[in-house]
């Protein structure tokens, strides 16, 4: 199996591979892996050129089962997809007798699409198939050319197309399947005499029939399967096509998904039955929700786990952990490395970074945080900061279980504030407060009567 990624993608005008870009949250190239994966391949050769090391490493390091099954080709100058065919040579698996060919920048492709397609070739007993399809805009396809017979006998690519051949409607999809002994044979004899000067795969759909082997076009019905991605807006189709089936699964397995149009699931995220994703909502990365919660509106989770019967509304969460029946927002943001346990209240305008909230702790309004281990039951008061940075360093603070924070107090770390104990409103806490006392650290107030009325007579 070979998959085809070393072209320079310049129509994306990027510095980042094409078939790197991702779509819902996962580099493109990985779903072309996983439709030829799912067919169970020995090996799949990756020809890799520009940006290659890119390519590579991002393979390796995020697409399952790379170790085992991927090995890289290196296509040093891009002469075309034959070319490109030619470098794969060395790296496939001696006496595979048959060859899958397909383009990394065609992510749409399916496992179930590709099988059916090996199916064919086998059931037709020709030594090469190919895979066509109808788009509304034939426009940078590759077109088919069938015979009176209705064979495909060649491929004619966008540039070159003749006059007389601009009606032609169906196109190459880029799969190819064929006899490997006969593979190389044909490769050998294609030249680059055509529009781009490249050396065409497409060319070797017409040697084949030149040479009297028959060619078995296979066509796809679903032309949204095997569009190719080579500007930003074709990825924004493929993107949005991607989006609508990760939501589809998810609204088929009990989430409720109130407005398909404004919601952005990554690929990979799991949701729980029962959940319901209100509008605007971003879940990115590795992000996990249980059954039963409430995310949304307008709430974007990244890299975070979110257990059973949370709610999490207008508001920001990284790379956190967030435990069951707990409440957040509106308008929060909470901040990497954050554990939140169950029954957690965070709202209005609180920024929490760093830190354990112990289960059925409070924090409203205004607060900030940073560094922090909260007990259980503890009271936040508003306008509560943990100040947690003295310019150079972080510090940590400790707020034992039951504790009362009043409204405004300054927490200056490194401090602990012991079980059960009161901090003062508008208190600037610099040493450790111990258990169950009450801590004041303001200055008492003075009232001077008849003021006004003084200052008025001078
Ligand atoms: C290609 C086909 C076209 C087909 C279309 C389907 C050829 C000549 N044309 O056109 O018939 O309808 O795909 O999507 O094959 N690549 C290399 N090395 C190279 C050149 C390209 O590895 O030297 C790789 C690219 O990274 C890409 C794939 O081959 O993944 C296809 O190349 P691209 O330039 O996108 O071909 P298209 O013009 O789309
Ligand atoms: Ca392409």
Redesign the pocket.
């Known amino acids: 199996m070979i998959?085809?990624?070393?072209?320079?993608?310049t129509?994306m005008k990027s510095s980042l591979?094409?078939?790197l870009f991702p779509i819902c949250g996962r580099p493109m190239v990985d779903y072309v892996l996983d439709a030829a994966g799912s067919l169970g391949p020995e090996r799949i050769v990756v020809?890799?050129?520009?940006k290659g090391e890119e390519v590579k490493d991002t393979i390796l390091r995020a697409w399952p089962g790379a170790q085992d099954t991927v090995r890289f080709a290196w296509?040093h100058?891009?002469?075309?997809?034959?070319?490109?065919?030619m470098?794969a040579r060395e790296s496939l698996p001696e006496g595979d007798p048959d060859v899958l060919i397909m383009?990394?920048?065609?992510p749409l492709v399916t496992g179930d699409l590709l099988l059916r397609f090996v199916q064919s070739h086998e059931r037709s007993g020709a030594p090469i198939s190919v895979m066509t399809a109808t788009p509304q805009d034939p426009g940078?396809?590759?077109?088919i050319v069938r015979n009176d017979e209705g064979h495909v006998v060649r491929?004619v690519?966008?540039r070159d197309l003749r006059p007389e051949e601009r009606h032609l409607s169906e196109?190459?999809?880029?799969i190819y399947y064929c006899r490997a002994s006969l593979l190389y044979s044909l490769l050998e004899r294609v030249d680059n005499n055509n529009a781009?000067g490249?050396?065409?795969?497409?060319?070797i759909i017409r040697l084949a029939s030149e040479a009297g082997l028959p060619v078995n076009g296979f066509y796809c019905d679903d032309f949204s399967l095997?569009?190719?991605?080579?500007d930003r807006w074709e990825l924004a189709a493929a993107e949005s096509i991607k989006r609508e089936s990760i939501l589809r699964d998810l609204a088929i397995s009990g989430v409720t998904v109130r407005d398909p149009e404004s919601t952005y699931v990554d690929f990979g995220v799991k949701v729980g039955p029962g959940t319901v994703l209100e509008p605007n909502t971003y879940l990115r990365g590795e992000t996990s929700i249980a059954e039963d919660c409430v995310i949304g509106p307008g709430t974007e989770l990244f890299d975070t786990k979110v257990g059973r019967g949370s709610k999490v509304w207008m508001s920001v969460v990284e790379n956190s952990d967030v435990g069951e029946e707990v409440q957040i927002g509106p308008f929060s943001h909470i901040r990497p490395n954050t554990t939140l346990e169950k029954n957690v209240l965070v709202g209005n305008f609180a920024e929490i970074k760093n830190s354990v909230i112990g289960s059925g702790t409070k924090v409203h309004h205004h607060s900030y945080l940073g560094d922090s281990d909260v007990g259980q039951g503890v009271n936040i008061g508003a306008g509560t900061v943990t100040v947690n940075y003295d310019g150079i360093r972080k510090f940590r603070t400790i707020i034992q279980d039951g504790a009362f924070i009043g409204c405004n107090a300054n927490l200056i770390a490194p401090v602990t504030i012991g079980k059960g104990a009161y901090i003062a409103a508008g208190s600037t806490i610099t040493d450790d407060v111990p258990e169950r006392s009450l801590a004041i650290a303001r200055e008492r107030q003075v009232v001077k009567e008849g003021w006004v009325d003084r200052r008025k007579q001078n």
């Open positions: 998959v085809l990624a070393a072209g320079e993608g129509r591979h094409k078939v020809v890799v050129g520009h296509q100058q891009r002469l075309g997809t034959a070319h490109a065919v470098s383009y990394g920048d065609t940078p396809y590759g077109r491929i690519e966008a196109v190459n999809a880029g781009k490249e050396y065409y795969l497409t060319d095997v569009q190719g991605i080579n």
